[in-house]
T-cell receptor
Framework: QQQVKQSPQSLIVQKGGISIINCAYE??????FPWYQQFPGKGPALLIA?????SEKKEGRFTISFNKSAKQFSLHIMDSQPGDSATYFC???????????FGKGTTLSVSS | GAVVSQHPSRVICKSGTSVKIECRSL??????MFWYRQFPKKSLMLMATSNEGSKATYEQGVEKDKFLINHASLTLSTLTVTSAHPEDSSFYICSARDSTSLTDTQYFGPGTRLTVL
């Protein structure tokens, strides 16, 4: 049973465009939702994270939108750059200190 | 920011040998560390949760006798792949949570590429 569903699997965006990646979760006990960026051969790096008590969080060009009733959250990358080309993972965890459950990942390619 | 290191970054071993991978939190204490496995172009799959001073908790389907985890201090967890076989070849990544932090941020290591010949 896949607890965190991520889409699309791959995404091609023009430089300067907006990249949007979506995730849906099933377990209402999840209360922490981070997004990670991973380059080939490297470990994931935290981009931005949100808790269910807010509907949106913005850090620089990265924004998380969260819809608690729909059990969905998304990552928006504004003004996408070639350097943003990487694999992005959404994740969720039930409570502080517990393991993250990852989505399957989205490979983003930003064309110059 | 918090840094997690892994050693070695790459290891190649013969089938049947054992390999130890270290995960260290360099500038914070971590009572809990996690071990993940990642296949090429796939997501991270949780293998086990490592708690300092106690036995690790393994996910369903992960052989605890094959993947030995030790968390002897607040800054070090080790994963030993025993009697490695080619199917154990993978990218192993650890993560750690700052025990003193008010957030749930988990910091990931750079990963260890294991190739079993």
């Amino acid at each position: 049973q896949q607890q965190v569903k991520q889409s699309p699997q791959s995404l091609i965006v023009q430089k300067g465009g907006i990249s949007i990646i979506n995730c849906a979760y099933e377990n209402t006990a999840f209360d922490y939702f981070p997004w990670y960026q991973q380059f080939p051969g490297k470990g994931p790096a935290l981009l931005i994270a949100i808790r269910p008590d807010v509907s949106e969080k913005k850090e620089g060009r990265f924004t998380i939108s969260f819809n608690k009733s729909a059990k969905q959250f998304s990552l928006h990358i504004m003004d996408s750059q070639p350097g943003d080309s990487a694999t992005y993972f959404c994740a969720a965890s039930r409570q502080a200190g517990t393991a993250l459950i990852f989505g399957k990942g989205t490979t983003l390619s930003v064309s110059s | 920011g918090a840094v997690v290191s892994q050693h070695p970054s790459r290891v190649i071993c013969k089938s049947g040998t054992s390999v130890k991978i270290e995960c260290r939190s360099l500038d914070f204490q971590a009572t809990t560390m996690f071990w993940y496995r990642q296949f090429p172009k796939k997501s991270l799959m949780l293998m086990a949760t490592s708690n300092e001073g106690s036995k690790a908790t393994y996910e369903q389907g992960v052989e605890k006798d094959k993947f030995l985890i030790n968390h002897a201090s607040l800054t070090l967890s080790t994963l030993t792949v025993t009697s490695a076989h080619p199917e154990d070849s993978s990218f192993y990544i650890c993560s750690a949570r700052d025990s003193t932090s008010l957030t749930d941020t988990q910091y990931f290591g750079p990963g260890t590429r294991l190739t079993v010949l």
